[in-house]
């Protein structure tokens, strides 16, 4: 198999809402995936499964500092090396500041922001050998405007936002190009806790009707991650049914 056919994409929290829909993207495509998952072995191969072992699953906690680097190595020497990566995994705690522990605080910012640090630490080292790459992480419109409850998850968001911005100033000349999403309300297993109230105030502002669907955030991905997107980077590109216009 040729070098170029062999390139694989990863993609972090693949078996579910947004990060499903990317995985199944790139494979509509023509791509080789690698996606993570934590919890649900049975869903993961189920994702297998359903895009002809097209993408292959491999497990993470994005807590274990270790486990990136060692991640990289089995996909790469069981898919081919990895030129594309989008951190979609995340979690959400909904607490008001004045509620919010120490421990509940640094759990969030550990997997958001933490996690998808180490990832793209990781990865920029086979895309700096091979003078070619490109990064997709995903924020939420809740980095740009407060939401109540939602501190630490904004936080970790805009954190992702300004990594990601200094990070395309690191790798720009290596060719290795880095941008996010800043996806508005999207219905998914993360927001279905949210109460009723929550989801009407969040979708008040939408100027589209069907609002935001997982699908819509993955074609966004898909056009950071090709070509069409060559000359795009350190961007933050807003995928939310018109809601902050």
Not at 36 to 51: N, Q
Not at 196 to 223: H, I, N, W
Request: aromatic share 4%; hydrophobic share 40%.
């Amino acid at each position: 198999m040729q070098e170029e056919h062999r390139r694989t994409t990863l993609v972090t929290g693949g078996t579910r809402g947004i990060g499903r829909a990317i995985v199944e993207g790139l494979v509509a495509e023509g791509k080789t995936v690698a996606f993570t998952w934590r919890t649900d072995e049975g869903l993961a191969r189920e994702v297998e499964r359903a895009t002809g072992r097209r993408a292959v699953a491999f497990e993470m906690d994005l807590r274990d500092r270790s486990r990136p680097a060692s991640l990289v190595r089995e996909i790469e020497s069981s898919l081919g090396p990895v030129e594309a990566l989008v951190n979609s995994a995340a979690i959400e705690q909904s607490k008001l500041l004045a509620m919010t522990s120490d421990e509940l605080w640094d759990e969030v910012i550990d997997v958001n922001l933490g996690g998808a640090f180490r990832m793209c630490r990781e990865v920029v080292r086979s895309m700096t050998l091979q003078r070619r790459g490109s990064i997709v992480n995903l924020s939420s419109l809740s980095a740009r405007f407060g939401v109540a409850g939602h501190s630490a998850y904004a936080a970790s968001k805009a954190g992702l936002v300004a990594m990601t911005r200094c990070l395309a100033r690191e790798m720009g000349r290596r060719n290795i190009r880095v941008n996010a999403i800043l996806a508005g309300f999207v219905s998914t297993d993360m927001t279905s806790t949210l109460p009723e109230e929550t989801v009407a105030r969040l979708r008040a502002t939408e100027c589209l009707s069907e609002g935001t669907g997982p699908t819509d955030v993955a074609g966004a991905v898909l056009f950071l991650l090709s070509d069409r997107a060559a000359s795009i980077t350190g961007q933050t590109l807003v995928v939310d049914a018109g809601s902050s216009t």
